[in-house]
């Protein structure tokens, strides 16, 4: 019991954090929604691990978790470099065992910063903002290779735009497939994940309904085709996503969990101005672009109850090279005022 519950904890606690720490770094970072679904790769790399758990006498359970998050930025001193970032949130995750291989789990989160500024990705002091409804269908040991005992796992996961940030770019819904290998021994596993995402979006770019707005924002509407509708801008949104996450885990002593994850995401956005015009600067080039960036999480975990954990931990979520691009980043700590690196601490409860 204690081992299923870390299990599902290390899953409920990453979904909160990919959600909490990156809500004021993706914008700037990928011009596209908060990489709460990175959650999904997370859990997929570890679905092995769950099918080796004894059958539970009921199929409904799930966690509750309630994480606090700090940016770097935070303890960065100077009236005009310190950018502080101070975000809660909980994150319910009910999941239903079909079988001993196969699993259906439901997630969404609330998130609340208690810094405003702007890297707090909210609209009004003490806004609350929800996540995406993510569902995800998983199964476990598609493939077991009875010599090695490296399994292959699969997984199906969808979501729905209960989040500001999806409505604002339009999405209709985002579907990812994964395909997964694992292996374990003893004190010791390791996995690899590689994951699809396709966005469905009604417009290319983000978009405002104009109705009863006063005072509406500088649009950008080249060829609207609805003129009731203003488009601010910026990033395109993005229409599909490869993902490439390492998992590895380690078991020092009962109850005790260390994890580290790294994932490596490219992100190719819709082409929305495949020619040049009159509002083109010189130095952009037309057509779809690829944007590149990176996620690394170093966790421990102790299980304090059968039902209650703790956990502690670092994430960091930034474009793989500096900003002049003359060299890459560190991929698990950038020591910036940009909360490109968060740490984290977590009560998790299942049931």
């Not at 409904?60 to 470099?81: C, D, R, W």
């Amino acid at each position: 019991m204690r081992t299923r519950l870390a299990q599902l904890l290390v899953l409920g606690i990453a979904s909160t954090f990919f959600v909490s720490t990156a809500l004021a770094t993706s914008v700037d970072v990928d011009g596209t929604e908060p990489p709460a679904e990175a959650a999904s790769e997370t859990a997929d790399v570890t679905t092995e691990a769950a099918a080796e758990e004894p059958k539970e006498d009921r199929p409904f359970g799930g966690s509750v978790t309630l994480s606090n998050s700090v940016g770097f930025g935070t303890f960065i001193p100077g009236e005009f470099t310190d950018r502080p970032a101070y975000d809660i949130s909980i994150t319910v995750a009910p999941h239903y065992v079909i079988d001993d291989q196969q699993r259906l789990t439901a997630s969404i989160s609330v998130n609340q910063s208690v810094v405003t500024n702007v890297d707090s990705a909210v609209t009004r002091p003490n806004q609350a903002l929800l996540s995406d409804l993510s569902l995800v269908y998983s199964y476990s040991k598609i493939i077991e290779e009875p010599v090695t005992g490296i399994s292959v796992n699969g997984s199906l996961a969808l979501s729905l735009p209960t989040s500001l940030a999806s409505q604002y770019r339009t999405m209709f819904a985002a579907v990812a497939p994964t395909l997964s290998a694992s292996w374990s021994w003893e004190w010791l596993s390791v996995s690899y994940a590689l994951q699809f995402r396709k966005w469905l979006h009604e417009y290319d770019h983000p978009a405002v309904d104009l109705e009863g707005v006063v005072g509406a924002p500088i649009c950008l509407n080249r060829t609207s085709p609805d003129p009731d509708k203003c488009f601010p801008g910026g990033f395109a949104n993005v229409s599909h996503r490869v993902g490439n996450t390492i998992g590895l885990g380690f078991r020092p002593m009962d109850g005790l969990s260390i994890g580290t994850t790294f994932i490596f995401y490219n992100s190719f956005a819709y082409d929305a101005h495949p020619e040049e015009d009159e509002f083109t600067s010189e130095n952009a080039v037309a057509g779809n672009t690829q944007r590149d960036t990176t996620y690394a999480n170093i966790d421990v975990t102790y299980t304090i109850t059968d039902y209650l954990a703790a956990s502690v931990g670092t994430t960091t979520f930034q474009p793989p090279k500096t900003a002049d691009n003359k060299s890459f980043r560190f991929p698990f700590f950038t020591p910036d005022a940009n909360n490109f690196t968060s740490f984290y601490l977590a009560l998790a409860g299942s049931f």
